[in-house]
């Protein structure tokens, strides 16, 4: 049985896994005869399928009565606090496949029905699409309605001009629908076509979060509207420059040059990718001054920016495009730009100035600049991240750290956050321009009698100080971070040529700079590939002690088939406070218990049971007597719902 979508590496659209526990009781026969009366050979068969998510420290139960032929669970999760109908209607009318990660966000803001509201009120055309962008926002901050609103029309309305796109629409039955991109390109003279993954679909066009800033309306528009139907006098239109391209991409790899001319473009690479590039580079023609602005609207009406401001309005511009992108991060070194996908991910950049840019050259940092990086990751729309240093350094140039955290029992700790830093330079501009505007302020607030000669020369002085305050400075930067999975494990692929000062934190994880529960430090002065162990002072769960049994009967057949998934939620530790989801391995305790058994089990007292396995899937079967069984299905971890 197979529910969209499925796949692991689903990034967090993720994770849908069907979990199915066939119980079949016959009185007679597991097989029946084919000769004698049907009502006395008949097999009686009871089917549950459920997709599970199980809290921390927790457990979910299934309670099979066979003389009442009765299934009984346990009440899970969030369902307890989504008691309006609304709310229930907009999760029934939304895919199957976003039901749980929907019914999380609902739990998490005090304004769900509003929410709800915009699903019921959608077509289901769109359903798919605003769902989503509730669901996998940050925890608990989602956008304003009317803004995920307007993104998702403003998507099929941008599709409307494009040649080299089309969104696509699925309905496979049973509530799983969904939609993706079906996109041109041409390669070796040829054209052809091709589907992106849904996941990638939504995570990188659809999420109206680039990163780290607020979606907001700005000159009273969303940057999905505003960068396409927008230019100021003296720069290019994206809509018009869009219009009459029949390809993506043409999968060629190379470098832009200089102050280029459209002529150049379309006679070298007539695609979406290189027009949008064009684009970029003429509208923000010139190095940043000012306030450095993290809105793309703001960014594209100020044309001017330095790496950080040609991410942003890069990637908004692509999404717009319907060209799926992601912010790529190398703080460590100082230095961003974004991806594409076109069955897979690509490096791309425009230098400031209008300088140029790189198509799919991911080795120019390291091989062409000659930086030594330390460690690059992707920043999502939940501001959540995922490591990609692989992509841009080779394995001879990397090594890999690995880190295992465990607590006084030797049991793995599951959350434990590392971070990685590195001695670099922080741009503090942002430090200047604050302090200015909050003189201004402070200036413009002041009563004219008050603003006398003396104090005059003191705004003057203050201003001039911090007119002095340097651009950057050098400090220990954040280079990139993870959380320990449910093995107490994480990793890191580091580039070679940088010492690293690692930072691991657990319990109570607020900024890195800010003591957690328990803190620990390692210092890497000469980067090999090394295991590191860290042990907390602190102890968890262990395995409940339990007894296996023999069957002591026949006449019940169980068929376990289930898989497991995990997540955690993490605030992020940079500049913003939004909590992400990180997906990982699952891994569950699953036992098969009477009813006796099962009530010392829940008193802490040692029980007998008929399996116990600590799995991260199972398909088996298991016989048994006609009477109570309890299947439990018991997450140990301490940071990471289990989903099942």
Request: glycine letters at 6%.
């Amino acid at each position: 049985m197979r529910i969209f979508p499925c796949t692991h590496d689903m990034h967090g659209v993720a994770s849908v896994i069907i979990s199915t526990i066939l119980l079949a009781s016959s009185l007679l026969t597991l097989f029946p005869p084919i000769h004698g009366k049907m009502e006395e050979n008949m097999e009686r068969i009871l089917v549950v399928s459920k997709t599970v998510d199980i809290l921390p420290q927790s457990h979910y139960y299934i309670k099979f009565d066979p003389k009442k032929f009765r299934v009984e669970e346990k009440t899970v999760n969030f369902s307890g606090k989504i008691s309006s109908e609304t709310i229930k209607k907009a999760l029934i009318k939304s895919p199957s496949w976003l039901r749980k990660d929907l019914l999380r966000q609902f739990s998490h803001v005090d304004n769900a029905e509003e929410y709800a509201n915009l699903i019921l009120g959608m077509s289901k055309r769109y359903t798919d699409e605003v769902a989503f962008s509730i669901a996998f926002s940050p925890l608990g901050d989602v956008p304003p309605v009317n803004l995920l609103r307007d993104n998702v029309l403003q998507l099929y309305e941008i599709d409307k001009y494009l040649k080299y796109v089309d969104i696509v629409d699925y309905d496979e039955g049973n509530g799983n629908f969904y939609s993706t991109l079906r996109y041109r390109i041409i390669e070796n003279g040829e054209e052809r076509e091709f589907e992106c993954p849904p996941y990638i679909y939504y995570w990188y066009v659809v999420h109206p979060e680039i990163a780290s800033e607020d979606p907001s309306y700005i000159y009273d528009s969303f940057w999905r509207s505003y960068l396409f139907n927008h230019n100021d006098i003296g720069y290019p239109l994206l809509k018009e420059k869009l219009s009459n391209i029949s390809y993506m991409w043409d999968r060629e790899s190379y470098l832009q040059p200089s102050k280029r001319t459209w002529k150049w473009s379309m006679e070298n690479h007539p695609t979406a990718i290189e027009a949008v590039s064009y684009w970029i580079g003429k509208t923000i023609p010139i190095g940043a001054y000012g306030d450095r602005p993290n809105q793309p609207n703001v960014i594209a009406h100020e044309h001017n920016g330095w790496c950080g401001e040609l991410q942003k309005i890069a990637v908004a511009a692509l999404r717009t495009a319907l060209i799926p992108s992601v912010s790529i991060c190398d703080i460590g070194e100082d230095h961003v730009w974004r991806e594409f996908f076109e069955r897979g991910w690509h490096q791309n950049d425009n230098w400031w100035n209008d300088a140029g840019g790189a198509v799919d050259m991911p080795d120019i940092y390291v091989y062409g600049w000659g930086k030594n990086i330390s460690g690059i990751f992707a920043w999502r729309g939940d501001n959540s991240i995922y490591e990609v240093t692989s992509r841009y350094i080779h394995p001879k140039d990397r090594v890999r750290v690995r880190f295992v955290v465990r607590d006084l029992n030797d049991q793995p700790i599951d959350g434990a956050r590392v971070c990685v830093l590195v001695k670099g330079i922080c741009d503090i501009t942002w430090l200047r321009y604050g302090i200015m505007r909050i003189l201004e302020r402070v200036w413009d607030f002041l009563p004219d009698f008050l603003k006398g000669r003396i104090i005059q020369m003191i705004f003057d002085e203050i201003h001039s100080l911090c007119e002095r305050i340097p651009e950057s400075v050098e400090m220990p930067i954040q280079a990139i971070w993870n959380y320990t999975n449910l093995d107490g494990v994480c990793t890191f692929d580091l580039g070679v040529n940088r010492s690293y000062i690692f930072l691991i934190q657990y319990g109570n994880l607020r900024k890195p700079w800010l003591p957690a529960r328990h803190n620990d430090i390692r210092f890497m002065f000469k980067p090999e590939n090394r295991t590191l162990f860290i042990r907390f002072l602190t102890r968890g769960s262990t395995r409940e002690e339990h007894n296996l049994i023999s069957s002591d009967g026949d006449n019940l057949t169980l068929r376990i088939d289930f898989s497991t998934s995990s997540y955690q939620i993490h605030e992020n530790p940079l500049w913003v406070s939004d909590r992400g989801l990180y997906e990982k391995k699952g891994k569950i305790d699953f036992f098969v218990v009477d009813e006796s058994n099962f009530e010392k089990y829940v008193k802490g007292e040692p029980f007998d049971c008929y399996a116990y396995e600590e799995v991260e899937k199972i398909n088996a079967s298991l016989s048994l007597s006609s009477k109570s069984i309890y299947l439990v299905f018991r997450n140990r971890a301490r940071e990471s719902t289990v989903r099942v």
